[in-house]
């Protein structure tokens, strides 16, 4: 893969990525916030470690995620608001999972001074029965937090974490019923996200069905381009 260009000092790149549950974003957000040097926000991540310390807020939002509905926005902004307002996003930030829905992204227009017109906007698009399989072949490692996919990245032993051993789970969030309600509730609430930035923002389509590198050349080209 070639290099990227060294980015301007000073420059603040603001990446958001849209898409369902399942797209890809939040590898491809992770490796993008990596080779850009800015912190990648992921609020599912942050969701867990709230509900992990059991905080105020994770004690709040718990009932939602065990029933894989979405966080109520005061509450999702309000995380992202403190997150964004420390120092290592100065330089930007690459969102994942967030926004969800129109007043979030009002919320961050809010919170960041205003207009979206110079941030990257990808739309992730694959198709539902790659979502669905995807999804439902996840398991994780509760003792070091590792991932596995039944398919795409087996353990090597059945059920078992390469690192440490311990017995893989699925998270409750992934079983197939949550899964299709998340889905449906992603149709019913994005969509209108979708539409509000086609008009604000730098609006890229992203076909998430093809292999990662691919992907990923194609969020470096984009974001060297528009920043
Ligand atoms: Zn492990």
Not at 32 to 37: K, S, T, V
Not at 58 to 66: A, D, I, L, S
Not at 181 to 190: G, M, P, S, V
Request: proline fraction near 9%.
């Amino acid at each position: 893969m070639a290099a990227a260009e060294p980015r301007a000092p000073g420059a603040a790149v603001r990446v958001i990525f849209l898409g369902p549950p399942g797209a890809g974003k939040g590898t491809q957000a992770a490796r993008l916030a990596a080779h850009l040097g800015v912190p990648k926000i992921g609020t599912g991540e942050m969701l867990r470690a709230a509900i992990a310390r059991k905080t105020p807020l994770g004690q709040q939002v718990h009932p939602f995620v065990e029933a894989g509905s979405l966080v109520p926005d005061p509450l999702l902004v309000a995380l992202v608001r403190e997150r964004i307002a420390e120092p290592d996003c100065g330089r930007g930030f690459v969102l994942d999972g967030f926004p969800r829905t129109l007043p979030q992204a009002r919320g961050l227009e809010e919170m960041t001074g205003g207009d979206p017109h110079a941030w990257v906007v990808f739309d992730f698009e694959v198709p539902r029965p790659v979502l669905m399989l995807r999804l439902s072949g996840r398991r994780w490692c509760p003792s070091c937090q590792a991932t596995f996919h039944l398919v795409n990245d087996p353990p090597k032993r059945d059920g078992l974490c390469d690192a440490c051993g311990a017995g893989l789970l699925q998270r409750e969030d992934d079983r197939e019923s949550v899964v299709a309600h998340r889905l449906q509730e992603y149709d019913e609430r994005t969509f209108p996200l979708i539409e509000y930035y086609r008009t604000r923002a730098q609006m890229v389509p992203v076909d998430g069905n093809r292999p990662m590198d691919v992907v990923f050349r194609g969020l470096l080209e984009a974001v060297e381009v528009r920043a």
